[in-house]
Structures are given as C-alpha cells and as structure tokens.
Nanobody, 124 residues
C-alpha cells in the first residue's frame, strides 16, 4: 500500500476549473491503478474517474464525461484530475485511491490505499 496525498481543491465559481493532484508520499504511483472518488454531504461516495496501472484505460462516470480528465505525469509520481466546466453539483470532498491490481473502473472496493481528501466547492 502507499500513502496518498491529495491537493488542489478549493472554492471556484460555476464554469471554472480546478486541477486536483494525487501523489504517493515517499514513493511513486508507477504500476498503480488510480481512481478519483467524491462524496457530497448526505450522499454516498461516487466513483468519478480512473486510470489503469498501465495508463491504457481511463473511465469516467457519465456526469463528468467531457468535463474532467484523468492523467498521470511522465515520472509516474502524480495523477491529476483536471476539472473544467465545474457545476455546483460537483461540490464534494474528492479522494484519490490506488491499487496495484488490474483495476480499470472506480469501484471503491477494488482500491486498498486511500488519501484523506480535498474539498472542492463550486459556488457563486
């Protein structure tokens, strides 16, 4: 398992953009599948996007397709979630999760390492 640290959250107006980062403290995310999840107050945790351990597969939940992009830097040390066209309904705590298995979808049960989350608030 790895210790994950998220960053990049904040307050943004509707239509704005944020880029979230997920890094492994003291390690890299090479060969790890990484997923981004979010949980809004009073709602269940939702899988938002994921990238496979070989970077050849990505997945997005329908509500973020065309607006969010998951990517990994060339050093394999950080996974990003670029969020454009943000809406108030995107407001949530965003978590990244990682696993060395062949995970290709953001299903929470498939990931063994989790970060503590970063707050994203979309409001005017």
């Amino acid at each position: 398992q790895v210790q994950l640290v998220e960053s990049g959250g904040g307050l943004v107006q509707p239509g704005g953009s944020l880029r979230l980062s997920c890094a492994a403290a003291g390690s890299t995310l090479r060969n790890y599948a990484v997923g981004w999840f979010r949980q809004a107050p009073g709602k269940q945790r939702e899988g938002v996007a994921s990238i496979s351990n070989s970077d050849d597969k990505t997945y997005y939940t329908d509500s973020v397709k065309g607006r969010f992009t998951i990517s990994r830097d060339s050093a394999k040390s950080t996974v990003y979630l670029q969020m454009n066209g943000l809406k108030p309904e995107d407001t949530a705590v965003y978590y990244c999760a990682a696993d060395q298995g062949g995970v290709v979808v953001p299903v929470a049960e498939f990931y063994r390492s989790w970060g503590r989350g970063t707050q994203v608030t979309v409001s005017s």
